[in-house]
């Protein structure tokens, strides 16, 4: 008999099948929120098979949003899925991608710590996977899962695949498994569900060493039992461990219910030789409930964005903005505007009936005249505003060009010769050449105002966000902006930077430098995001 290495921390490996875009890392977070609500903890991670080092240096038009760590990495948006179903902080050991793992192998290489050996695929990056995988261990934790990105069949996914095969071989199957997952399509013209596409994907697997424990698939519409007894057969799973994933109703926060009610958790929990806690779903199912019957009604708000076409651009805002909604038991819909098409048109066509709106971050001079002018339009108009990272530059831009008079008025990413560089980079930054995980990342601390909107809605006096940026308000023009009615409702701890500006005489106007899109949850809204949406729903 094969000896076992002693380990007490569960693995759960995703991998996912036929097409991209299948919602695996929503299934991997609904499975950590279902575990969790049975009484474990889990971590997350995901790894990513492209070579750049991190998502940081990506267009959101390749990659969508770029999500940032408390620790201040850039990384995968599907962390996003990770933090809003589990209310877990991911952090740097969250997301791994091959160039990273490239990056470490070659810098040990190049220090001569492989004493003279070939460096290889195999030993030497699978190690270095698996030491990444092994990097979320611990006392502190019962289950990591780890996403495999990409689908099943790409060349780049081979030694990430290669990596949880060994990795699993050496834990054990009562340690670890492989949950799968895959579509299963419908195809219309001949009315009938096909599963070849999913068998294909397994094999696949197979013929690298990883048989799936577990099948979920995504449907369109329910499958019928025979397709499960099909794919349970020629895939070597279990039929009651074929799970299907059809589309949703109303929210992908219904889809660990979804799970739950055919005990996909339970199976999990047994696979792994694990105690099955009671299941606790009830404020959750109460958060649905309220996103499903909002009894205030519907609210309006416009987000004026330079990457509108591309939903998962700005994905945590939208999301923040429903949670929102679901805090102020209200129905938010989003006007997406971009900002070039405002610029063209004018503000008042664009945003005739909004009621609230919102300018996201955002990098380069495309589209900033649009949002400025939007930010006017919610200024003057007394419409409430909130500004986002480049959202609040553009506010501080239109306020000393319109309020205090500064013709011109720019930031110097984009008018490095402007007479008012109210916006302009920081001291830090200056010396900075690499564009790669340079900016002001992560968590600070900032010391907030009191009689403030920004306070009323945290109601405390410090707080920590999380930032990514190079440019900052410049303490030069703070007096002259203030007279005009400028308030700093908040300034950074410990260092002078302001963090959040507000104006005086409007229903609430505010504009932070850090992303509060990233700590907000379903059943723990951002209060800056529910303040504003409190706000827009009085218009
Ligand atoms: N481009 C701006 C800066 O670097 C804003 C960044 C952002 O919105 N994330 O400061």
């Known amino acids: 008999m094969v000896k076992k290495v002693q380990h007490t921390t569960k693995h759960i490996f995703v991998t996912g099948g036929v097409v991209s875009s299948l919602g695996k890392g929503l299934t991997a977070a609904s499975v950590a929120l279902l575990l969790q609500k049975r009484g474990y903890r889990v971590k997350m991670q995901k790894m990513d098979p492209y070579l750049n080092v991190d998502p940081g240096t990506m267009s959101p038009y390749q990659h969508g949003e770029v999500y940032v760590t408390v620790d201040g990495a850039e990384t995968d948006l599907d962390l996003g899925h990770y933090e809003r179903f589990t209310g877990i902080d991911c952090t740097r050991s969250?997301?791994?991608?091959?160039?990273?793992?490239?990056?470490?192998?070659?810098?040990?290489?190049?220090?001569?710590?492989?004493?003279?050996?070939?460096?290889?695929?195999?030993?030497?990056?699978?190690?270095?996977?698996?030491?990444?995988?092994?990097?979320?261990?611990?006392?502190?934790?019962?289950?990591?899962?780890?996403?495999?990105g990409g689908t099943v069949g790409d060349i780049e996914s081979l030694p990430f695949l290669e990596a949880i095969r060994q990795f699993r071989q050496e834990i054990g199957r009562q340690n670890g498994l492989f949950l799968h997952v895959t579509l299963v399509p419908y195809i219309k013209a001949a009315g009938e569900m096909k599963t070849?596409?999913?068998?294909?994907?397994?094999?696949?697997?197979?013929?690298?060493?990883?048989?799936?424990?577990?099948?979920?698939?995504?449907?369109?519409?329910?499958?019928?039992?025979?397709?499960?007894?099909?794919?349970?057969?020629?895939?070597?799973?279990?039929?009651?461990?074929?799970?299907?994933?059809?589309?949703?109703a109303n929210t992908i926060y219904e889809v660990p219910v979804e799970l739950a009610k055919q005990d996909l958790d339970v199976y999990i929990m047994e696979l792994l030789n694990m105690h099955v806690n009671r299941l606790d779903m009830s404020d959750w199912k109460e958060m649905l409930n309220n996103y499903i019957n909002p009894c205030n009604g519907d609210v309006e708000i416009a987000v004026v964005g330079k990457y509108i076409s591309l939903r998962d651009s700005y994905k945590s805002i939208y999301e923040s903005l429903t949670h929102a909604g679901i805090a102020n038991k209200a129905r938010v819909k989003v006007r997406l505007v971009e900002a070039e098409e405002l610029e063209k048109n004018g503000a008042d066509q664009m945003l005739k009936g909004v009621s609230g709106l919102l300018v996201p971050g955002g990098f380069g001079q495309r589209g900033i005249?649009?949002?400025?002018?939007?930010?006017?339009?919610?200024?003057?108009?007394?419409i409430p505003f909130f500004g986002i990272c480049l959202g609040m530059q553009c506010a501080v831009m239109e306020f000393a060009r319109n309020v205090c008079g500064m013709t011109g008025a720019?930031?110097?990413?984009?008018?490095?010769?402007?007479?008012?560089?109210?916006?302009?980079?920081?001291?830090?930054?200056?010396?900075?050449?690499?564009?790669?995980?340079?900016?002001?990342?992560?968590?600070?601390?900032?010391?907030?105002?009191?009689?403030?909107?920004?306070?009323?809605?945290?109601?405390?006096?410090?707080?920590?966000?999380?930032?990514?940026?190079?440019?900052?308000?410049?303490?030069?023009?703070?007096?002259?902006?203030?007279?005009?009615?400028?308030?700093?409702?908040?300034?950074?701890?410990?260092?002078?930077?302001v963090e959040i500006v507000e104006i005086k005489d409007h229903p609430w106007f505010v504009g932070c430098q850090f992303h509060p899109e990233f700590q907000s949850t379903p059943l723990h809204a951002h209060p800056l995001f529910t303040g504003f949406v409190a706000a827009s729903m009085k218009g």
């Open 94 to 148: 969250s997301n791994f991608t091959t160039g990273r793992i490239y990056s470490t192998v070659i810098a040990r290489e190049r220090k001569g710590e492989y004493l003279g050996k070939t460096v290889q695929v195999i030993p030497h990056i699978t190690d270095e996977i698996k030491t990444a995988i092994r990097s979320l261990d611990g006392d502190d934790v019962d289950i990591v899962i780890t996403e495999i």
């Open 196 to 248: 070849k596409p999913s068998q294909q994907s397994v094999s696949i697997l197979r013929t690298i060493g990883i048989i799936p424990d577990i099948l979920v698939c995504r449907c369109e519409r329910p499958m019928g039992a025979e397709h499960k007894e099909k794919l349970a057969l020629f895939c070597n799973v279990d039929k009651s461990l074929v799970i299907e994933e059809t589309d949703v």
């Open 369 to 382: 005249e649009g949002k400025i002018l939007a930010i006017q339009y919610a200024r003057e108009n007394k």
């Open 410 to 497: 720019n930031s110097s990413e984009f008018d490095d010769k402007t007479r008012y560089p109210v916006i302009s980079l920081m001291e830090e930054q200056k010396k900075v050449t690499d564009m790669g995980g340079t900016m002001r990342l992560g968590s600070y601390e900032c010391t907030l105002k009191s009689g403030t909107k920004s306070h009323a809605a945290y109601g405390k006096d410090e707080i920590s966000e999380r930032h990514r940026h190079r440019y900052e308000f410049t303490n030069d023009f703070r007096a002259q902006l203030q007279k005009k009615g400028m308030i700093f409702a908040g300034i950074a701890k410990g260092l002078d930077l």
